[in-house]
């Protein structure tokens, strides 16, 4: 209720709604014309008040879309786990495990072996002195084993010192002509440094993200070698120059697989936003630093006549490739419908509904992973793919009830191949964790070096992840490969292959 002033009087009036106590007593007076007045401003309030209502519905709409942004973490999103803020909450593990942490029971476990003796370098008898019973003192002739002496090994390190060689190149004159003549100079003096320790600061700084002033610490702690930043970056240079023919055939080798595991993530070179691509196989992995995330980018990378399988996730950028021709992440899926299930109302209920396909998939990929049966795999993926296509074509439709879903269910009918190669192809797993575990060494390694500073820098980090990771697929020591190809580099002999 509100109030006004009446001419002449200063009667305060009061008003009804809106409406003058005048306007009311004209229209029970019956005047036409009060009434239609009143009626024509009822209804523009009544619209105003529709208008207000359904704003506040999008404001509501947005509210809720913008706190579920908010919300995001990598069990609802592709953030990794290092993005989790505190409050985030735990990872949720697969139902139907039951397992807890550590050793399950019945596990054997693992304890350190024992070395043979010929691989021992040095054995220290001992003896007790007296009995423990009696305390009588052990004469020379009565230590005779009664039984197995027990065994204990202690693996230590020597003092180590680096080895310094001086190389001396005489210089002769030839009596004959006397012209003089000095002596050549072997390969393994072509450097300051050895191609053992040029290896173990590679090593250092690529497998084990050691910093550039770290590394020159460790060396001067390690092997008592000085060793300044600059030279450090100089020696890791040169590993990557050593590796140029190694690397492309390790690009030849992708291009020709049956099956590649394929992510990116971003990469700073003098401070400017680039992407880092990485593909892998079972035994290879090539990483490459390009401009951005695009379909050209993955077809440098893969290769244009690509004629394998692609497993990745839903990026426009593996788009050029045929649905046959690749394999969704089903864990970046999860997460998808994981996000879905945190919405409101329908899309709610298309997240929840998700959830349950994939949880149901993964169950039975892992019995598959134990049995091996795949006609068993058949017939527990076939009600899935009725489900989910039921799902997806309900949520397809255009309605207001399915605005934060509808582009989710149509981006995955329109790729609804790519999502069951894994069924009935070998070699295919239905997930990319292959590739995101590939390039979490490289993710840490741009957070810790802030990326490269140079198109050569850019070309000698993604030689030698590639090479340090592929050093591990196979299960191959990193530094012992570095040293046979900086050795061969110093000789000027083929750096010899990953194999």
């Known amino acids: 209720m509100t109030f006004s002033l009446c001419a002449g009087t200063r009667r305060v009036a009061p008003k009804l709604g809106g409406v003058e106590r005048a306007e009311a007593e004209a229209i029970l007076d019956g005047d036409r014309e009060t009434a239609v007045g009143l009626l024509l401003r009822l209804d523009e309030l009544a619209g105003a008040n529709q208008r207000l209502v359904e704003a506040n519905g999008r404001l509501e709409a947005r509210v809720a879309e913008l706190e579920r942004r908010l919300n995001r973490s990598s069990r609802n999103s592709s953030l990794p786990p290092s993005q989790d803020p505190p409050s985030a909450p735990p990872r949720p593990r697969r139902p139907g495990s039951g397992r807890t942490r550590g050793g399950q029971p019945g596990h054997e476990g693992r304890h ?28 020379e002739p009565e230590r005779v084993d009664v039984a197995e002496p027990s065994r204990r090994q202690v693996a230590e390190l020597p003092p180590i010192a680096v080895r310094v060689t001086e190389h001396r190149l005489h210089r002769v004159c030839c009596p004959e002509c006397a012209t003089v003549t000095a002596a050549e100079p072997p390969a393994a003096s072509r450097w300051a440094f050895g191609s053992r320790l040029q290896a173990a600061v590679v090593t250092l700084a690529v497998r084990n993200r050691v910093s550039r002033r770290d590394t020159t610490e460790l060396a001067r702690e390690l092997f008592g070698v000085e060793l300044s930043t600059g030279t450090v970056d100089a020696i890791i240079q040169r590993a990557g120059d050593a590796l140029a023919g190694p690397y492309t055939e390790l690009e030849q080798r992708i291009k020709t697989a049956a099956a590649v595991n394929i992510d990116e993530t971003g990469w700073k070179t003098s401070g400017g936003s680039r992407t880092l691509w990485g593909a892998l196989t079972s035994r290879t992995a090539v990483f490459r630093i390009a401009a951005g995330r695009h379909a050209f980018e993955a077809r440098a990378l893969l290769g244009e006549r690509f004629a394998g399988i692609v497993c990745s996730d839903r990026w426009r950028g593996y788009d050029y490739l045929d649905p046959i021709q690749r394999q ?45 049966d795949l006609a068993q795999l058949h017939a527990q993926i076939a009600p899935l793919q009725a489900k989910l296509r039921t799902l997806l074509e309900h949520a397809a439709r255009k309605s207001p009830r399915t605005k934060y879903h509808r582009d ?27 590739a995101e575990r590939g390039l979490r060494g490289a993710v840490i390694y741009r957070k810790l070096s802030l990326g490269s500073q140079s198109e050569r820098g850019e070309r000698t980090i993604e030689r030698l992840l590639s090479a340090s990771v592929t050093c591990r697929l196979r299960k191959q020591s990193l530094y012992a490969y570095l040293t046979q190809a900086l050795a061969a580099h110093a000789r000027g002999d083929p750096v010899p292959a990953l194999t």
């Open 328 to 372: 969704l992440c089903w864990a970046h899926l999860l997460r998808d419908f994981a996000a879905h299930s945190e919405g409101l109302s329908e899309q709610h209920d298309f997240g929840c509904a998700g959830l349950v396909i994939a949880h149901d998939l993964f169950a039975a990929w892992d019995a598959y992973q134990a049995d091996n």
């Open 408 to 434: 989710f269910a149509r981006n995955l009918l329109k790729r609804w191949p790519a999502l069951w190669t894994f069924a009935h192809t070998d070699g295919v797993e239905p997930t990319n964790n292959h």
């Open 112 to 139: 350190r072996r024992l070395l043979a003796p010929e691989q021992v370098d040095e054995i220290v008898e001992h003896w007790p002195d007296r009995c423990r019973s009696c305390a009588h003192v052990f004469a």
